[in-house]
């Protein structure tokens, strides 16, 4: 189906579709199937996906009213993969010191590795691996938001040991896992929020410079979004230096200046992912690279994935041109603000 069906089965609240698909609320983080009785979302604000384990896979949490969870899923295909999640998902909790291959997949579902990784990458849009380790980064919060030390709630999430987990902290929450743990009690985020041409821009920071730059569509989803990660920690608007910081960057999108701002970062990431963000750097605007582009640049050519990764957890857009990168194939794969807006920072930049 394509989306003007899926819409249009949105409005009748068609029931022979559930089980087809989902449709997650950008501005409630909430998603539902097609025939949900409730109050029914601006169309822009709505995101169709395939299974309810790829929503929930990208944060949303499912309807209380229609429990899309609950779905029976009609599509031989897409029983298959939602097989897969769920072996994954069971794996994680009832085996966690056991690391899951694709090998394990294969013998219990019966389909050969090849086809099993490609079918799934198909739907969900990332491979096996990557939907194991987004779990465990899932398990691992909730165990430290249950009040878990650090190394029982990593070994519980099927890290092995806190080691292992304290080497790649800041790629997984953004700061240490023992700060995590409190909640980010103790952080000092300022923030700001302004308007431009790809909608809502918050502006983040701490004293020694600017630690995020998100964009949405509504305040309250933006701020919700700091509060979440860093519960208790002592998140307010800012009217200083991140005021001016912001500044530069609002003038910098409207007068479609090819010079980025020389604002102070205050970025958090890996030694790998580090050497990503300053290969980013380099990138001229209007000019693109694929990833495995930039993986050979670095000297590590079989990378590319872990190029992408390192892409995705850029928590300074624009700044840090993450958007000029692109698949292989010559499309645009993955952008965490959507990819709407991916391809209009590129659409602005060939016309600066």
């Given at each position: 189906?394509?989306?003007?069906?899926?819409?249009?089965?949105?409005?009748?609240?068609?029931?022979?579709?559930?089980?087809?698909?989902v449709y997650?609320?950008?501005?409630?983080?909430?998603?539902?199937?097609?025939?949900?009785?409730?109050?029914?979302?601006?169309?822009?604000?709505?995101?169709?996906l395939d299974?309810?384990?790829?929503?929930?896979?990208?944060?949303?949490?499912?309807?209380?009213?229609?429990?899309?969870?609950?779905?029976?899923?009609?599509?031989?295909?897409?029983?298959?993969?939602?097989?897969?999640?769920?072996?994954?998902?069971?794996?994680?909790?009832?085996?966690?010191?056991?690391?899951?291959?694709?090998?394990?997949?294969?013998?219990?579902?019966?389909?050969?590795?090849d086809y099993?990784?490609?079918?799934?990458?198909?739907?969900?849009?990332?491979?096996?691996?990557?939907?194991?380790?987004?779990?465990?980064?899932?398990?691992?919060?909730?165990?430290?938001?249950?009040?878990?030390?650090?190394?029982?709630?990593?070994?519980?999430?099927?890290?092995?040991?806190?080691?292992?987990?304290?080497?790649?902290?800041?790629?997984?929450?953004?700061?240490?896992?023992?700060?995590?743990?409190?909640?980010?009690?103790?952080?000092?985020?300022?923030?700001?929020?302004?308007?431009?041409?790809?909608?809502?821009?918050?502006?983040?920071?701490?004293?020694?410079?600017?630690?995020?730059?998100?964009?949405?569509?509504?305040?309250?989803?933006?701020?919700?979004?700091?509060?979440?990660?860093?519960?208790?920690?002592?998140?307010?608007?800012?009217?200083?230096?991140?005021?001016?910081?912001?500044?530069?960057?609002?003038?910098?999108?409207?007068?479609?200046?090819?010079?980025?701002?020389?604002?102070?970062?205050?970025?958090?990431?890996?030694?790998?992912?580090?050497?990503?963000?300053?290969?980013?750097?380099?990138?001229?605007?209007?000019?693109?690279?694929?990833?495995?582009?930039?993986?050979?640049?670095?000297?590590?050519?079989?990378?590319?994935?872990?190029?992408?990764?390192?892409?995705?957890?850029?928590?300074?857009?624009?700044?840090?041109?993450?958007?000029?990168?692109?698949?292989?194939?010559?499309?645009?794969?993955?952008?965490?603000?959507?990819?709407?807006?991916?391809?209009?920072?590129?659409?602005?930049?060939?016309?600066?």
């Amino acid at each position: 189906m394509n989306r003007n069906a899926m819409l249009a089965a949105v409005n009748e609240r068609d029931k022979s579709c559930d089980g087809q698909f989902v449709y997650a609320v950008k501005t409630t983080g909430v998603y539902c199937r097609p025939s949900c009785p409730s109050r029914q979302a601006k169309p822009e604000n709505i995101l169709f996906l395939d299974l309810p384990e790829h929503a929930e896979s990208k944060g949303y949490r499912a309807c209380k009213r229609c429990r899309p969870d609950l779905t029976v899923v009609k599509d031989p295909l897409l029983s298959l993969t939602r097989q897969i999640c769920r072996k994954i998902e069971e794996h994680i909790d009832s085996q966690p010191d056991e690391k899951l291959s694709l090998g394990v997949l294969s013998e219990e579902t019966g389909y050969n590795e090849d086809y099993l990784a490609r079918s799934f990458k198909n739907i969900m849009g990332i491979s096996p691996y990557d939907y194991y380790d987004t779990m465990r980064n899932r398990k691992l919060k909730e165990n430290l938001r249950h009040g878990e030390s650090v190394s029982r709630a990593a070994y519980g999430a099927g890290f092995g040991s806190s080691s292992r987990l304290y080497e790649k902290a800041n790629e997984r929450l953004g700061m240490s896992p023992a700060s995590y743990a409190r909640g980010g009690k103790g952080a000092e985020i300022a923030y700001t929020i302004v308007d431009c041409f790809l909608g809502k821009m918050l502006v983040a920071g701490t004293r020694k410079g600017v630690c995020a730059v998100y964009f949405g569509d509504q305040d309250a989803a933006l701020i919700a979004e700091l509060h979440e990660e860093f519960p208790e920690g002592e998140i307010a608007p800012e009217i200083g230096a991140l005021a001016i910081w912001t500044q530069k960057i609002s003038e910098f999108l409207e007068k479609k200046s090819a010079a980025v701002p020389e604002i102070p970062l205050d970025m958090y990431g890996t030694a790998f992912q580090r050497r990503v963000w300053q290969e980013l750097l380099k990138i001229g605007p209007g000019e693109t690279k694929t990833y495995k582009d930039i993986a050979i640049d670095m000297g590590r050519e079989k990378s590319s994935r872990a190029v992408g990764r390192a892409c995705a957890t850029n928590p300074v857009s624009l700044i840090v041109p993450c958007h000029r990168v692109i698949g292989t194939d010559g499309k645009l794969h993955g952008y965490r603000w959507g990819l709407e807006r991916k391809e209009l920072l590129r659409h602005w930049e060939q016309t600066a």
